[in-house]
């Protein structure tokens, strides 16, 4: 345990700094080091998160907290001339929750704490604004009661709405003070009815209860659920930072905003944020007012302003990154009331790297490692078509960027059970609460008919890389009645919608879409992700349409190409039975030379789309009975096929196995029928050989699959390396081809030495070898992996991340082993794990030589690999002083932080 519980900060002097996010919250080290700088900031102290790690661990606090948090308020007292809860200049302060990662709007926060029936009578004469007191406390009383005291939301939100509608009035500056006091009255008796107890009206009794309540916030459903998504420790816990109020509502010369030195949108360097006057920062947050654009602040408080532009500029060269900032002017005076790096949409956050390094504010090293890869996938798919048909219903804020059609749905928990169920879904609301975060991770996209650019739903759907058009004013949300009502017409849950977040419209049901255009910038970020990376990226692709796509993406070759995929086309299906459903040898390979030239015509396109890059094709590796038609299909396949359905139904029965994954597949078909491996050689190499007499330069992989045994993978390569020599000696060419092999079970990996004598290269099918370490059927596992994933018995799910410590561990085994007996073994991956970032730095670390992916994934895998490479020893240093919530790094977790 530290010695120090408690950093202050104020007078400019700081206990703390940027640099102790893990133990003072991301939100308490930037307070640090903004007074540190000379930003105006209100002062105040941060509880330490060790002490919320102790109070949920052990029920209570550290022995000395309370004793050290006196002696802070004490210094509190001095530096503001207040004290709290005296009766001639009473201490207000906030009380705020601030992990070391960034997580908006998921954890409490109190305001206006130290206000009871008799300081609010002293904050009324010393303002000489009574509404203004009353109206502080009655938020005070709100805030208290829901967070500290349990209080339902919806009781409080009841008889607020109640006071409005008697006073005729929508918002709540319409209120009189005489109406302020009442609802502060019902307030009150709300939370005796709701514990049993007193409102608290002793400040230090409230300040205990809301640090309480903060901590208590670490564990809600919301922070749990953000954590999770966000892969977020939870042995982490929060900081408590208390701080002396400063007010936006105290008339007209006062307000308070959330701005961004530029927009987290696009990524334009212009200041970007929206304000209100007479409010407090709930307020702009979320969204019940819709607030005004940070520019129309130059007319209503200019000097407060001007002095805005001038702290900002300081604050985005001082942290050298993109800054969200939130502040208050009180009386015309400015206070910066937190600063954080700002979250960004995968277009800004490309933009900001690249322009910053032509600023000469950061390095292309740090560049490339301020882009979140996950979020690139953004950039890399489809737009709405400009030019398509399509009926406008509503017109919002682009929140958040990129285009996607679902169904309406207004219940966040019925948008979980929905997409559950494999439907797309969007979440239509009024206005999104923090409480609403797991519908909207559920969502394609999110609408809300109140809020800004700054409100809840667009910044966490920025965070997620989800569309959002927000303060769709056109739109009437009536959620209790499952509708939504614009100009001409009305849609139900249900009905289809399509979302432009770029351009914040709604559309009725579908809208085509067209293919995305990269930036410049984008190129250039690449471009300098190719330059440091180590690690190979090649893309897995079928079809030549494919193999271009991954080649416009940066893919350096073809690491699986699956053949079984090509039986499926057309009439190649009704052949592939004809082979299986042979009696003998001969007749099998009549219906061999039927596929045969289709094979070739197919590996031909890919060669030619490949021009100059390694293509590895590997062999047949489904079992045969999934070529088969369904028992119900038996009769007509018969009919249309003319072949005796009892034939169709042996074989079906012949071909059925238990346990298929296991079964008679791969190497072994090759193994028991070898004219397949025969017929798929034949193909490859008479392609790869018309390929070169069309100009084009080849390098054949062939690749053979579940091999268990060094003796499976002897009698195969003998096999392909016969029918290579008699191609190229019919041919009078000479190819440079390879053979080698996919590692996919653990016997293979484990005698990986023996396997090198044999293969050429290694091509670790991680799919497959995470099945076969753990024991799970991928295709049955996802009825109870995500109760294991939520429980903590396993990190992640093993079929989207790689598991280091297991199937890694067989990985490092397998390329150490089979390295010593080849140094020059070809070594990679093409499960789907290839295109995952952590999964792309482990492969880094055990120095395979590439990752092969699907095409949309191939720059993800090309940034993540650059990543890696930069954040070795040198790299580690660069990206902590990144400091950008998607990059920054907590040891060796790759967590973000940033509060």
Known sequence: MPKSLVYYFGGGHADGGKDDKLLLGGKGANLAEMTRIGIPVPPGFTITTENCKLYLSQGGYAQGLKEQVADAIKRLEKDTGKVFGGSENPLL???????????????????????????????????????????????FAQMYGDVVLLVPPTKHEKLLDECKEKRGVAADTGLTTEDLKELVREFKALAQANTGKPFPEEPVEQLWGAVEAVFRSWNNERAIAYRRVNRIPE????????????????????????????????????????????????????????????DEMA?????????????????????????????????????ILQTRNGKRTAQASVRIAAEMVDEGLITEQEAVLRVDPKQVDQLLHPRLDPNAKATVIGKGLPASPGAAAGKVVFDPAKAVAMSELGEAVILVRRETSPDDFSGMVAAKAIVTARGGMTSHAAVVARGMGKCCVAGA????????????????????????????????????????????????????????????????????????????????????????TRTEHMFFEGNRIQAMREMILAENVEERKVALAKLLPMQRADFLGIFKAMD????????????????????????????AAGVDPVLVRRAIDKHHEANPMLGHRGCRLGMTFPEITEMQAQAIFEAAIEATKEGATVFPEVMVPLIADIRELERQTALIHKVADTVQKKAGR???????????????????????????????????????????????????????????????????????????RLIEIATREGRATRPDLKVGICGEHGGDPRSVEFCHEVGLNYVSCSPFRVPIARLAAAQAALKGPKGARLAVASETPEVATAGAAGIPLGE
Request: hydrophobic share 40%; aromatic share 10%.
């Open 93 to 139: 302060v906030s009380v705020r929750s601030g992990a070391p990662a960034s997580m908006p709007g998921m954890m409490d926060t109190i305001l206006n704490l130290g206000l009871n029936d008799r300081t609010v009578q002293v904050l009324a004469k010393n303002s000489g604004n009574e509404r203004f007191a009353w109206d502080s406390y009655r938020r």
């Open 235 to 294: 042995s982490w816990g929060t900081a408590v930072n208390v701080q002396a109020m400063a007010y936006g509502n105290m008339g007209d010369d006062s307000g308070t905003g959330v701005a961004f030195t530029r927009n987290p949108a696009t990524g334009e360097n212009k200041f970007f944020g929206e304000f209100l006057v007479n409010a407090q920062g709930e307020d702009v947050v979320a969204g019940i007012r819709t607030p005004l654009h940070i």
């Open 299 to 335: 007319g209503a408080l200019p000097a407060a302003y001007q002095e805005l532009l001038k702290q900002q500029n300081v604050l985005e060269r001082h942290y050298r990154d993109m800054q969200d900032l939130e502040f208050t002017v009180e009386r015309g005076r400015l206070y």
């Open 473 to 560: 004013t056109d739109l009437v949300v009536e959620e209790d009645e499952g509708v939504v009502r614009y100009e001409g017409g009305e849609l139900h849950e249900g009905d289809w919608i399509t979302v432009d977040g770029g351009a914040g419209v709604v559309y009725a049901g579908k809208v085509a879409t067209v293919a995305p255009e990269l930036s410049t910038q984008f190129k250039r970020i690449m471009d300098w992700a190719d330059k440091f990376r180590q690690l190979g990226v090649r893309t897995n692709a079928d079809t030549p349409a494919d193999a271009a796509k991954a080649r416009e993406f940066g893919a350096e070759g073809i690491g699986l």
């Open 612 to 639: 100059g890059l390694p293509v590895t094709i590997r062999l047949l590796d489904p079992p045969l009975h999934e070529f088969l038609p369904h028992p119900d299909e038996v009769d007509s396949y018969s009919k």
């Open 734 to 808: 000479k190819l440079d081809y390879k053979v080698g092999t996919m590692i996919e079970l653990p016997r293979a990996a484990l005698t990986a030495g023996q396997i090198a004598k044999e293969a050429q290269f290694f091509s670790f099918g991680t799919n497959d070898l995470t099945q076969t370490t753990y024991g799970l059927s991928r295709d049955d596992a996802g009825k109870f992996l995500p109760f294991y994933v939520e429980q903590g018995i396993f990190p992640d799910d093993p079929f989207q991340t790689l598991d280091p410590i297991g199937v890694g």
